[in-house]
């Protein structure tokens, strides 16, 4: 039984950081890719970013490119999102997702499990 649960979510100011954890538990954390998905009211869930199994990024959704980074600590089964020059468009729930292999991927049907999504806010 795999569970993702996310954490870190909160209120900030444009302009400001935010730092997201994604604690996983049960399966084999290290032996799958991860990856950030966020929804905005409205919308579609859309990409954010994805990392495989063995810690490499390898894809970053230009809207967030050069702001967030992906990184994973395998011991600690935790995947983390590190938000940096936050803006309003950012605000959305941010959902970590466990890929189906090792690999990284772009697309929800990458993904087998999720987690429950923590909400972000960027006040203007």
């Known amino acids: 039984q795999v569970q993702l649960v996310e954490s870190g979510g909160g209120l900030v100011q444009a302009g400001g950081s935010l730092r997201l954890s994604c604690a996983a538990s049960?399966?084999?954390?290290?032996?799958?890719?991860m990856g950030w998905f966020r929804q905005a009211p409205g919308k579609e869930r859309e990409f954010v970013a994805t990392i495989t199994a063995g810690g490499i990024s390898t894809g970053t959704a230009d809207s967030v490119k050069g702001r967030f980074t992906i990184s994973r600590d395998n011991v600690k089964k935790t995947l983390y999102l590190q938000m940096n020059s936050l803006k309003p468009e950012d605000t959305a729930v941010y959902y970590c997702?466990?890929?189906?292999?090792?690999?990284?991927?772009?697309?929800?049907?990458?993904?087998?499990?999720w987690g429950q999504g923590t909400q972000v806010t960027v006040s203007s």
């Open positions: 049960g399966g084999t954390f290290s032996s799958y890719g």
């Open positions: 997702a466990r890929a189906h292999s090792r690999g990284s991927g772009y697309r929800l049907s990458d993904y087998a499990y």
